[in-house]
């Protein structure tokens, strides 16, 4: 929405104070509502163990919940379901929620803000947050104030808070009154300020945030870290998501686009309300054509004092501009400007961003945009940015999706929770397909207090908000509604809760399949009948099938596409989650598995010791498999839409194997950003035509003079031949259903390793790997050369260890030193290893095989050159220089 004079939507992130009490047990006791006390919890339980019944609790103290449930009432269809304020004023007289409270002491935040994230983290198997949620501290109580300068020209108009993400249990007070709030920590929300404003005169926001221990299988996050906004209108506007366009009958030729507006009227009388639309075409960097592409017949509606009404009309649009997923379509985007007017006066403008698609399911082929086949190569991705936790950002998210985009990668499944909106304005700029998700668990537990606390109060409030807020997204092609959830083992029970859920997405949104990710339910079972798209986890390559697992209490189960397909031979059947694949960037454990895939062990690609993971690819958790298993098993099967690995990137939190490490070791890009060896393996499968090849491992084995050290290649060639000292090894082609090439029995020599990859009986690409000589020097490099001075964008640099040559040293770590100059600021730093435990704040820190990441901003309103020093003790320093404008 643009700023006009009808509508104002301002950014009130800075200027924030953040109180957070120290002992959870000292906390007020203004609370949402009591949770079940935790005795015992274990987060390193197996992570497709089966989810358990909640557990019953009664309230014997005042709680807020009843107050804070109006709140959802706009998201719940039926009148007689909804809420009913009681009187009285919860926690009006507390000392925060007052305007005279000092707050001299409290720490000044600007938002996106993740309260955890500086650490320090928690070691041992006694931490109070332990490694499911990445050991930080991201249990509490917490508050936020603001003031808000309300202008007495203000008076007579509508004012709301719009909150895009607070964890969790967010609630509101203005001056002193108790607002709302709402408690699921991933949806957008807002309150309406209105009734509490007091124009002309300074205005106290107050925002309680109750992040409760054992409520997440990752890491949360904490606090209001995503964007907050104050939005100005009249009496008489668009609704909150209060537009829907959908486009059908798509060609080349013409499409037609249907567009429903929403409109309140919060005056007291009835509204007579004009209402045009206008249809603009936005250019490749989001700038709006200044020619009209087709204009919506005006619509009058009648709208009675208090309540809502709604018009729908329809255009044809000649020649479409449509959007489409890269690299083989462009993302073209088209923005719809809706003005309401009252007496030839324009009362409300609002915009809404859409592209036109035409989008098909087939269940023997997959999908189809625009009559193009478009095979699925996605991966799962957790919402935390690494280094800087949930606190959203812009320039970090599109660092993640250009370096996935490099990979092949089309596809993104926001797992498992609503991602921020500006994530959603990237994947529809960049062209990805998007599966949008919003429930890891209904009814039944997977945590103590996860979602299933406020599950049966929210499910429906917070489902209706969530599509009604993406809906507009071209990128999106499927709604989730839920991931392993607990009633795939509750049969016909968990079938009817799906099925509750099922209609509330058709009730909001019908031109998009719906779809479950399911880890257990078979096709036999009543589950899978509910969703249009099947999501299979793991099942499609089977789960625990080696003779090792016999016998065990975990899920079992035989390959599942075959059986899918012929229970359901209308629905469309893809793998929601693949892989689950284990390494540890630079990291090469002997001996090497002769199998494609294998469980990992200490002596089978793991290191319990250190918290390590082989980097041959070749390792995976029990209930998964390697890539090559994951690409073969799906190369079988062709009637599968395709794939999305867990995961992209690694996350904070779920370190599966090693639950004593902070975060997961099943990205194909570590958590800092730097490439494992299986960005390489995915990239010679998902870009074909891509000239490439890649050797691993390292050559740098003083101690295996003379010992087998296997050397694979991934290359997306069908066959190569590899070279040690100029002596070659032999050439090789690939098998059916083979994705690397294997020399097994190499003895290691230092020196040269070479590998010319070919295509088709020609030369294709080619790749060396050296022996180092010892490390000499630093050498760094940013991703940009300048920045905005308006401490959001980010610079995010390189630090790599090297020798005279300036080839990267593989195994060093050298602890390196970072300082800067100018008007910038270090805003964390990385290495990649899951283990350690180093603060991501720390300005120094030991490199990770080679490489250390430094995230830099310029300081707001301050320009001029950035200077970034890194040092380390008998090394040659390097200095970056970035401008910030």
């Keep these: 929405m643009a700023q006009n004079e009808s509508r104002q939507r301002i950014s009130i992130n800075e200027g924030w104070s953040f109180y957070k009490y120290d002992d959870v047990s000292k906390a007020d006791r203004l609370i949402y509502d009591v949770r079940p006390a935790v005795s015992g919890s274990k987060d390193y339980v197996v992570a497709d163990a089966k989810p358990t019944e909640a557990v019953g609790v009664v309230a014997t103290e005042t709680v807020l919940k009843p107050w804070i449930l109006p709140t959802a009432n706009r998201f719940i269809k039926d009148p007689a379901k909804r809420h009913i304020r009681p009187a009285g004023n919860p926690g009006g007289n507390f000392p925060f929620v007052q305007s005279n409270f000092d707050e001299s002491t409290w720490e000044k935040v600007t938002l996106p803000h993740d309260w955890a994230i500086k650490g320090p983290f928690q070691t041992g198997w006694d931490a109070e947050v332990s490694g499911g949620m990445g050991r930080l501290p991201v249990n509490g109580v917490a508050w936020y104030r603001k003031k808000l300068d309300i202008s007495a020209d203000d008076a007579g108009k509508a004012i709301f808070l719009e909150i895009e993400g607070a964890m969790s249990y967010a609630m509101v007070w203005l001056n002193g009154n108790l607002v709302g709030g709402w408690p699921y920590g991933y949806n957008s929300w807002q309150v309406d300020l209105t009734p509490y404003i007091l124009p002309g005169v300074e205005n106290q926001l107050a925002i309680r945030v109750d992040n409760p221990n054992h409520s997440a299988r990752w890491y949360p996050g904490a606090g209001l870290y995503r964007n907050v906004w104050l ?32 409109v309140d009227n919060d005056l007291k009388t009835t509204a007579d309300v004009e209402i045009i639309t206008q249809i603009f075409a936005l250019d490749a960097k989001g700038k709006k054509n200044s020619k009209v592409a087709a204009t919506f017949p005006n619509s009058t509606i009648k709208i009675t004092a208090g309540e809502n009404a709604e018009i729908e009309s329809t255009i044809t649009l000649q020649n ?485 040559n300036g080839l990267m040293v593989p195994r060093s770590n050298n602890k390196i030193e970072f300082s800067i100059e100018g008007p910038g600021e270090i805003v964390a730093t990385d290495n990649g290893d899951t283990a350690n435990m180093e603060s991501f704040a720390s300005k120094e820190r030991e490199a990770f095989n080679g490489l250390c990441l430094v995230i830099v901003r310029a300081k707001p309103g301050s320009t001029g050159k950035i200077i970034l020093k890194a040092n380390s003790a008998g090394l040659k320093e390097t200095k970056v220089l970035i401008t910030s404008k």
């Design 231 to 262: 939005t100005k209108t009249n009496r008489v506007h668009v609704g909150q998501y209060g537009t829907f366009i959908t486009t059908k009958d798509v060609s080349k030729t013409s499409a037609t686009v249907n567009l429903k507006v929403s």
């Design 320 to 804: 479409p501009k449509l959007w489409g997923p890269f690299p083989t379509q462009t993302p073209h985007l088209y923005i719809a400007v809706t003005s309401l007017s009252q007496d030839d006066k324009i009362i409300d403008t609002y915009e809404t961003r859409f592209g036109i698609r035409k989008l098909e399911f087939n269940s023997d082929k997959g999908v189809f945009v625009n009559g193009e086949h478009i095979y699925l190569k996605g991966v799962n991705q957790h919402h935390d940015l690494g280094a800087l936790g949930a606190a959203f950002n812009v320039r970090a998210a599109k660092r993640q999706l250009e370096i996935l985009r490099e990979m092949g990668c089309n596809a993104i499944r926001m797992s498992h929770n609503p991602p921020a909106p500006e994530l959603l304005q990237l994947t529809d700029e960049m062209g990805f397909l998007v599966i949008d998700e919003i429930f890891d668990s209904w009814e039944r537990k997977k945590t103590a207090h996860d979602f299933h606390l406020i599950f049966p109060d929210w499910s429906e409030p917070d489902l209706r908000a969530f599509i009604r807020r993406d809906r507009n997204c071209p990128s999106i092609i499927m709604w989730s509604f839920g991931n392993e959830v607990g009633e795939q083992y509750t049969a016909e029970e968990g079938a009817r809760v799906a099925k509750r859920l099922y209609d509330i997405v058709k009730e909001e949104d019908t031109t998009r399949p719906t779809t479950l990710a399911m880890n257990f339910a078979k096709s036999d079972m009543p589950l899978p009948i509910v969703p249009d798209a099947i999501g299979l986890n793991y099942q499609g390559e089977g789960i625990r099938q080696e003779p090792e697992f016999e016998g065990t209490e975990r899920i079992r189960t035989a390959p599942q596409y075959d059986a899918y397909h012929a229970k359901f031979p209308n629905k469309a059947i893809y793998s929601s989650e693949t892989a689950s694949a284990f390494s540890s960037r630079g990291v090469y454990l002997f001996p090497v598995t002769e199998k494609n895939s294998s469980p990992t062990r200490d002596g089978r690609g793991g290191d319990s010791k250190n918290y390590q993971v082989s980097s041959y690819e070749l390792y995976a958790v029990d209930f998964g498999s390697s890539a090559d298993r994951v690409f073969g098993s799906i190369d079988r099967h062709p009637f599968v839409a395709g794939e999305f690995v867990w995961t992209g990137w690694d996350y904070i939190g779920e370190p599966t194997p090693y639950y004593e490490a902070r975060s997961s070791y099943t990205g194909i890009i570590d958590l800092a950003g730097f490439k494992k060896d299986r960005f390489y393996l995915y990239q010679s499968h998902w870009r074909p035509e891509f000239p490439m090849a890649h050797i691993l491992p390292h050559w740098n084995w003083a101690e295996r003079v003379g010992e087998i050290t296997p050397v694979h290649v991934f290359t997306s060639g069908d066959e190569a031949e590899l070279f040690l000292n100029g002596n070659s090894l032999g050439r090789k082609k690939k098998g059916q259903y083979e994705y690397r090439l294997r020399w097994d029995d190499v003895k290691y020599e230092p020196g040269e390793l070479k590998v010319i990859a070919y295509k088709n009986g020609k030369k294709w690409a080619k790749s060396t790997t050296k022996t180092t000589a010892d490390a000499s020097k630093l050498i760094a490099f940013s991703d940009r050369k300048t920045i905005l001075a308006d401490g959001k964008e980010l610079a995010f640099i390189t630090v790599k260890i090297a020798d005279t």
